[in-house]
């Protein structure tokens, strides 16, 4: 018996133990049905599992937790209502809550990488490995890869970001750096899964003298769907499938929602066209991730973060919608894979207030403020802070006190403070250096994070306006929730680490 | 039917349904029993309550949710074992989590008043009003004072903080302003309540003419003990009881952990004490708050926060010992009212590295050590830097990078970074100035949030060291966790609101 084997075995409760003597726990029939099985979860109580789904659908926002999901409720019913009310998200009404650490082996703090291998796998591992233990050389076999082969489902990995970014990857493949993009695209190719879709490969070129990623996906079979027609003329039997977003923005990825156009495919049009290709008697699986709630979370742009996890809301709807005509078949979890950010709701200087609806004042992601004034500086060198204010407060909302417009008061809540303008006015300067020209220090650091000083600035200011602190350009050791419900989303209840979300799918899937 | 029995009667789902009708929902027997009752939990999906518990124990963490929860899990892990590994607390193995929204008529940042309003009577309210609806007229009668009446249950009511301070206030009290304090320790002495026990009586003096309130106390017959002798010669047939810590702090509040000598009553005492008092045969409930996780979260201290979060545990723990004894009949819930400080693991300079090891450097809470500085002030008014160097590397182990111990490397993690001494030296200017005197301006607003300069820079110092952030010197929108175990604890699954935790409170006591 292997170790990754022997490992697992040990948590599988009475199952596992009668199995184990035989030899053979990945592949026996469990002598004990899932139905009866009772297992331990983090707690001296046993919990039943009622019923084994036939479908499974994991969303995972990458670097969302408690605060990310609660802004989006908090931004949705604020300007529903002009209220104190929160908005309604779909997941946060499932039956069913639990509670994860998110350490790694290396971090409380810990990556993509290694989080969604705690999820997929069920290990602990180093920050940066991916599918692998702590040695970093043992192969965790993913809950993907077990149901494929030994249930025979389908297998559909979906995401915002590159196919091949840490938290997808953790699902198909063994790598103990998630640098290697390339050979995880080869993974990829060689994982014989049903359906990926979403950002496109990074690094599909590789090294001098390596085959493009995508020529070799096609030669194990893969269609590759890159324009909306093709996209939407796929169907059941459409075979193996790769499903490229025809619209990407940065690093790969899909556009920030707040970003894209309504003629634009979403992460929720490649969820149902999974679901679409994927059902079949056996079953599937379907991992979901909207992966840019985090990009926006490491530098601090709450309304890009918020209108993901909305729009992360459409996905999970259309599961809840295949889930509608199977309702006793089906589990939907949705969870995180870390916290991104440290972002609160409140921050000092607005103490216990809130303005939530100033966020509506800013139009676009700093992804696409950043190409915005990249395109100006193009246009004009020497731009000046003049020339950028009415930018500025066409697309963040925010003035400076001394603006023309007659019809605003001193004192309107968008209008920059004295220690903003100054932290403007001195990011910009920052901005307008070439890169390897801007000041290093301690205080630059925590003033932009490696960010470009102008965009990461004037998030801070209408963030801090609305009410929303940051405490960090990196991941945070927060817990996440789990929202399950459907076919045996009661085990997920309970406070448990990130490794028990495997464990409690594997339990439920009868592996 | 009064507006607080139609508002009510409209969550109690198929019973209130029945029994409206009739328009005595809250005197009439239910027709369903409540272990057949089928009640929503803000989903579709329904909850079987399987068993009625006689012994409630409601632990409320003031300013405590899923980060100060986590910070001592990680604390006491990573000085255990010196690796990356959570501790345990007993609360985070409890079988059953939920997740609840925490803002009020007001606020999504709410304060403790209106939150406790909210689990004690079910309703949301102004922030600073207790026990009444969003009219601040209506009386919102309390779970405690429902249970007294209808169940005859024994009821208790034990915090670090003063007795008539906001939270406990909740389960006794109805008044529009939580600063009301002489009238609340009115309507405590005619609570009827069968035990009181923590820290002392806010302004329980009155005003002129007024009498103290211990004597009001006294007169309704409260046998009133505040030393030790007396508090541990209380028993069974003792009455109506106030123990008063024989040690106070800050605000008439028992002494943070931190703090505390080993021959001091802890919080933990007063809830054993509270169950030999309360047992009888017609059950009771004891409510439990630890009051100054929020103090300290306020005061961006995270040691003292931590440390008063492991101290809640021995306090939980005595409610599992007994629930050891009775465990049919004893349901155990934990949960926090609001978040304070927007406290994160994780901070922007030490990205994705934490060193919580260094918060041993801290011997004392920013209270004491304020008192300690304020003492050094009146031996030498014209105290310099120099003199508090060796104080500082005393009491939170952070040293100059001059510092003439020669067995110290300079980039020790406890030497402070020159941006880090700039701060701790413009601090203690300004602490060295009469409070009059003191720079107000929208940055010291922001570095020092109302409390002592020095003491605060210096928490901020070690925590950020530590890789802690802090977003605030108020509460924050993060909601909070709900940790249940024991007879009817399944209810609690599930994100929902927190007046939920009164509604479901209410179900499961078969109110």
Redesign the interface.
């Known amino acids: 018996m292997s170790k990754v084997k022997a490992v697992r075995a040990a948590f599988v409760g009475i199952i596992a133990a009668l199995v184990f003597m035989s030899g053979c726990a990945r592949t026996a029939e469990a002598p004990v049905t899932p139905q009866a099985a009772q297992i331990a979860?983090?707690?001296?109580?046993t919990?039943q599992i009622t019923k084994t789904p036939k479908y499974l659908f994991v969303f995972i926002g990458d670097g969302m937790?408690?605060?990310q999901?609660?802004?989006a409720?908090?931004y949705r019913g604020?300007n529903t209502s002009g209220e104190?009310?929160?908005g309604n998200l779909n997941f946060?009404?499932?039956?069913?809550?639990?509670?994860a650490?998110t350490?790694?082996?290396?971090?409380?703090?810990?990556?993509s990488a290694s989080t969604a291998t705690s999820i997929s796998c069920g290990v602990k591992t180093h920050?940066g490995v991916i599918g692998m233990e702590v040695d970093k050389t043992t192969v965790a076999e993913s809950i993907t890869e077990q149901l494929s082969r030994e249930k025979g489902m389908k297998i559909g990995i979906v995401s915002s970001v590159t196919i091949n970014h840490a938290t997808p990857a953790a699902f198909y493949a063994h790598v103990s750096s998630r640098n290697d993009y390339y050979d995880i695209a080869m993974q990829m190719a060689e994982s014989g899964f049903d359906y990926f879709a979403g950002g496109t490969i990074s690094q599909a070129e590789g090294k001098d003298g390596q085959t493009n990623a995508f020529d070799v996906l096609q030669s194990k079979g893969y269609t590759i769907a890159d324009t909306p027609e093709e996209i939407r003329a796929l169907s059941a039997g459409s075979g193996k499938v790769y499903a490229v977003s025809p619209v990407l923005q940065d690093s790969g990825a899909m556009p920030y929602a707040l970003d894209r156009t309504e003629d634009q495919l979403s992460l929720a049009d490649f969820v149902k066209k999974g679901i679409e290709l994927l059902d079949n008697e056996n079953g599937f699986f379907l991992m979901c991730e909207s992966g840019k709630v985090d990009w926006a979370c490491h530098a601090n742009d709450a309304m890009s973060a918020i209108h993901d996890v909305v729009d992360f809301e459409e996905s999970i709807q259309a599961a809840l919608d295949f889930a509608a005509s199977h309702p006793d078949e089906t589990l939907i979890l949705v969870t995180g894979d870390h916290?991104t950010g440290?972002m609160?709701?409140?921050?000092?200087?607005t103490?216990?207030?809130?303005a939530?609806s100033i966020l509506d004042r800013q139009n676009m992601s700093y992804v696409a403020f950043d190409s915005f004034i990249a395109r100006l500086k193009d246009e004009n060198p020497n731009l000046a802070l003049e020339d950028v204010l009415p930018v500025i407060k066409a697309n963040f909302g925010l003035m400076s006190a001394s603006d023309p417009d007659a019809n605003i008061p001193a004192n309107a809540p968008f209008v920059m403070?004295?220690?903003e303008y100054a932290k403007f006015a001195a990011a910009f300067d920052e901005s307008m250096k070439a890169s390897a020209n801007r000041t290093q220090?301690?205080?630059t650091?925590?003033l932009y994070?490696g960010y470009d000083p102008l965009s990461v600035t004037l998030t801070h200011i209408i963030n801090n306006k609305a009410?929303i602190?940051?405490?960090?350009?990196?991941?945070?050791?927060?817990?996440v929730?789990i929202?399950a419900?459907g076919a045996g989303a009661?085990i997920f209840?309970?406070?448990y680490d990130n490794t028990d979300i495997y464990k409690k799918l594997a339990q439920v899937a009868g592996l």
Chains 1, 2 share one sequence.
Do not use: R
């Open positions: 979860s983090g707690s001296e109580q919990k937790s408690y605060v999901v609660n802004a409720k908090v604020n104190v009310a929160t946060t009404a499932f039956p069913v809550a639990g509670v650490t350490h790694d082996a290396t971090s409380f703090c810990p990556d920050s916290e440290g609160t709701i409140g921050y000092a200087a103490g216990y207030d809130t939530f403070t004295p220690m220090n301690e205080e650091a925590l994070g009410g602190g940051w405490t960090s350009y990196a991941h945070t050791g927060t817990p929730p929202y419900t009661e209840s309970g406070a």
